[in-house]
T-cell receptor, first 114, second 114 residues
Framework: AQSVTQLDSQVPVFEEAPVELRCNYS??????LFWYVQYPNQGLQLLLK??????LVKGINGFEAEFNKSQTSFHLRKPSVHISDTAEYFC????????????FGTGTRLLVSP | SAVISQKPSRDICQRGTSLTIQCQVD?????MFWYRQQPGQSLTLIAT?????????ESGFVIDKFPISRPNLTFSTLTVSNMSPEDSSIYLC???????????FGEGSRLTVL
């Protein structure tokens, strides 16, 4: 069975600083990996996904993530954050592409302050 | 992409009553799912809503407590039956179109049970 671990429940950072949100997964088969963002009182929005190919994937709002199979990680990064990036970030994994059954991590709250 | 509308967006209910949440997608989708997000926690898959047949429930969720309907490709309902305060959560509808590897989410229905 798959599982996702987000080690940091909360990450405080100053505006314009770089940030990395960590995600590790476990799965016995090939995986598909996702990062979603949830702004206050809103649903989830896809930031980026890794399905195959290049291990460095770029998403919306300047975020990127790198798939590292040996480390079983999919960390999310942004070189310079904005106040508007304050939100909850969820890493998710699936071992099916057609039948999309996602397992979510516990989430990381990114708090960006001036 | 798909736009998902849920209603009600929030409700306050009395213990022992039932509430039905509606989910409408603006385009035909293959898979529809219902997730629960308890306060301060991640998303847990409740069930897969199957068109014209009984939903497929995840471990820990049963049809008597969470009956689900999906009469066509773009609409589904989730009922939370005989509610207790422990059912206070955000319930999220999600849908997958084709093999894009992306799940789209509604904004959620925030349920408070007194």
């Amino acid at each position: 069975a798959q599982s996702v671990t987000q080690l940091d429940s909360q990450v405080p950072v100053f505006e314009e600083a770089p940030v990395e949100l960590r995600c590790n997964y476990s799965s016995s088969v090939s995986v598909y990996l996702f990062w979603y963002v949830q702004y206050p009182n809103q649903g989830l929005q896809l930031l980026l996904k890794y399905l195959s190919g290049s291990t460095l994937v770029k998403g919306i709002n300047g975020f990127e993530a790198e798939f590292n199979k040996s480390q079983t990680s999919f960390h999310l990064r942004k070189p310079s954050v904005h106040i508007s990036d304050t939100a909850e970030y969820f890493c998710a994994v699936s071992d099916h592409l057609g039948f999309q059954k996602l397992v979510f991590g516990t989430g990381t709250r990114l708090l960006v302050s001036p | 992409s798909a736009v998902i509308s849920q209603k009600p967006s929030r409700d306050i209910c009395q213990r022992g009553t039932s509430l039905t949440i509606q989910c409408q997608v603006d385009s035909q989708v293959t898979m529809m799912f219902w997730y629960r997000q308890q306060p301060g926690q991640s998303l847990t898959l409740i069930a897969t809503a199957n068109q014209g047949s009984e939903a497929t429930y995840e471990s820990g969720f049963v049809i008597d407590k969470f009956p689900i309907s999906r009469p066509n490709l773009t609409f589904s309902t989730l009922t939370v039956s005989n509610m207790s305060p422990e059912d206070s959560s955000i319930y999220l509808c999600s849908a997958q179109g084709h093999n894009t590897g992306e799940l789209f989410f509604g904004e959620g229905s925030r349920l408070t049970v007194l």
